[in-house]
């Protein structure tokens, strides 16, 4: 008989987790921002059927005038589509268009960038580069399985 799967998060991890996004959102919104906006963002999304908005503190990489931000969490099922997602970027608000990126192919040429830049992703994610500086391809596959994808954002021009 085999045991039940066991949660993906616990309640104490929750807890955790929602307490350390209060503390990086109320950073990165503070003048003090630059210990954390170079890596950080805020994307706020609004919940598709509780109407909730989710304001989530993630890691992004800037490459060749887009945001990329690679992530296993739920939020950007809450994107939609012909709608501009919104950021905090260095204490500035913005909009930007969007694409989840899910093809194994492009993943991998943008989680080399994402990792090249941000290393420290790398462990979050469970991902990592070969020596070539290839993405490990079973690593991106068994990511992939449990629902990692690219979000990359085109941010509009200030109007």
Known sequence: MS???KPATTPQSGRTQRSFNAIMRALLRSPLHGLASTKLLIITVTGRKTGHRYENP??????????LIGTA???PRNLRPGEPAHLELRRRTLTADWEIITDEDRMADLYRI????NPTHGRFAGISLEPDGTVNRDELR???EKGTAVVRLRVHPAP
Do not use: D, Q
């Open 114 to 117: 994402i990792l090249t830049h």
């Open 3 to 5: 045991s039940p799967a």
């Open 58 to 67: 993630v890691g992004y990489v800037e490459h060749e005038g887009h945001i």
């Open 142 to 144: 068994a990511a992939r």
């Open 73 to 75: 969490a739920r939020w």
